[in-house]
C-alpha cells in the first residue's frame, strides 16, 4: 500500500540527497563527516572501520537497531563476509538520515533492515513507520536502484507487549509496500515469535523480555537465511 504519491516520494528523496551530501563524493569516508547526537560514537567508528577496512561493493549490509547491533553475524552466517551497521535505540528515521555513512557508500546488493520497533515505542503511529520506510527505500533506490531490500517484521516483546497491535498493524503496512515492488521483501519473524495464544514466547527473548535470546536469534537465521546470497 503507497502511502504518499511517487511525485512526492521523488520530490522529497532529491532534496534529501542533495541537502544530506557535504562532499563532491557520493560513497567512501570522508575526513569532513560531522556527526552529532546520541549515536555519534557508534556513528564516528564506522566511519574509522570503513577508512581502516573498507568492506567490499555488491555485499549484504544488516541495517537497523539494536536487534541488528547484537546479532552475531559471523557466527549465524559463517563465511559470508555481512556488514553489520546496527546501532542501538535508533528508529527508522535515523537510519534515513545517515544512509550515506550506513549503506550506500558500500554499494551493496542486498540491505537486511531491522527497525520500527523503538519508533512505535516513541509513539510513532504506524502509517508513520510504512511512511517512514518507504522513504528510506526510495532515498536508497534513486542511488542503487537494483538493491534488494529484505524488511525484518517488527517483533513481539514481553516488554512491549501494550504495543503489540500498533507493531503488527505496522508490520501490516510494510508487508502491503514490499508486495508491489519486487526489491522488497517482507520477512515475517514476528508470527514465529508468538505461542498458540499469540503471546511472545519467553524463550526467544533475552532476560529484559526486549532483546532477542540466543534461541531468538538461531530463529531469525533460519529465517533470512534463504533470502541472501
Not at 500498533?166 to 517482507?186: G, K
Request: glycine share 8%; hydrophobic share 45%.
Amino acid at each position: 500500500m503507497r502511502l504518499w504519491s511517487p511525485q512526492l516520494v521523488f520530490a522529497l528523496v532529491v532534496l534529501t540527497v542533495s541537502c544530506g551530501s557535504e562532499s563532491g563524493s557520493p560513497t567512501g569516508p570522508s575526513s569532513a563527516l560531522v556527526i552529532g547526537g546520541p549515536f555519534a560514537a557508534e556513528l564516528v567508528a564506522f566511519d574509522a572501520q570503513d577508512t581502516t577496512n573498507p568492506y567490499r561493493t555488491g555485499g549484504v549490509v544488516f541495517l537497523g537497531s539494536s536487534s541488528i547491533r547484537f546479532w552475531d553475524l559471523d557466527r549465524s552466517f559463517p563465511g559470508r563476509d555481512y556488514l553489520n551497521r546496527g546501532f542501538g535505540g535508533s528508529q527508522i528515521s535515523d537510519a534515513l538520515e545517515y544512509l550515506d555513512l550506513l549503506v550506500l557508500r558500500h554499494e551493496p546488493a542486498v540491505v537486511v533492515f531491522y527497525a520500527g520497533d523503538n519508533d512505535i515505542a516513541a509513539g510513532k503511529k504506524p502509517a508513520r513507520v510504512a511512511a517512514d520506510f518507504e522513504m528510506l527505500v526510495a532515498r536508497l533506490h534513486a542511488r542503487m536502484p537494483s538493491t534488494r531490500v529484505l524488511f525484518l517484521a517488527i517483533k513481539p516483546s514481553l516488554a512491549r507487549l501494550s504495543l503489540l497491535e500498533a507493531m503488527q498493524e505496522a508490520n501490516a503496512l510494510v508487508a502491503d509496500d514490499c508486495a508491489t515492488d519486487a526489491r522488497l521483501t517482507y520477512i515475517d519473524v514476528h508470527t514465529p515469535m508468538l505461542d498458540s495464544d499469540g503471546q511472545p514466547q519467553a524463550h526467544l527473548l533475552a532476560d529484559d523480555g526486549l532483546h532477542l535470546s540466543a534461541a531468538g536469534y538461531a530463529l531469525w537465521t533460519q529465517l533470512v537465511r534463504p533470502h541472501v546470497p
